[in-house]
């Protein structure tokens, strides 16, 4: 069982930025896609990036250009560095790995990040 642990999420200010990390237990992170969504309150959970394992990045369109999705096998660490954040970016942001045929296998248990105006 793959155990995915998100962190650095926290208040800031519109305009600001943040970093959040994911660490995997995997032996075969490398391997893996992986992604980041998030959910707002009352609102149902939606991707924002993936990466997978050749390192080909995706981004929901109002993401793109401000935020930033990169991995580091080495590490079993996926990022999601976050600039110019807007209030409507708030949410608790989740990390998954591994895609297959139903969707990402292994979810994190989420960060809060939220951004004040």
């Known amino acids: 069982q793959v155990q995915l642990v998100e962190s650095g999420g926290a208040l800031v200010q519109a305009g600001g930025s943040l970093r959040l990390s994911c660490v995997a237990s995997a032996s075969n992170f490398r391997l893996y896609a992986l992604g980041w969504y998030r959910q707002a309150p009352g609102a149902q959970r939606d991707l924002v990036a993936t990466i997978t394992s050749g390192d080909t990045r995706n981004y929901v369109d109002s993401v793109e250009g401000r935020f930033t999705i990169s991995r580091d096998n080495a590490k079993n660490t996926v990022y999601l560095q976050m600039n110019a954040l807007k209030p409507e970016d708030t949410a608790v942001y989740y990390c998954?790995?591994?895609?297959?045929?139903?969707?990402?296998?292994?979810w994190g248990r989420g960060t809060q990040v939220t951004v004040s105006s």
């Open positions: 998954a790995a591994d895609w297959g045929a139903s969707g990402f296998k292994y």
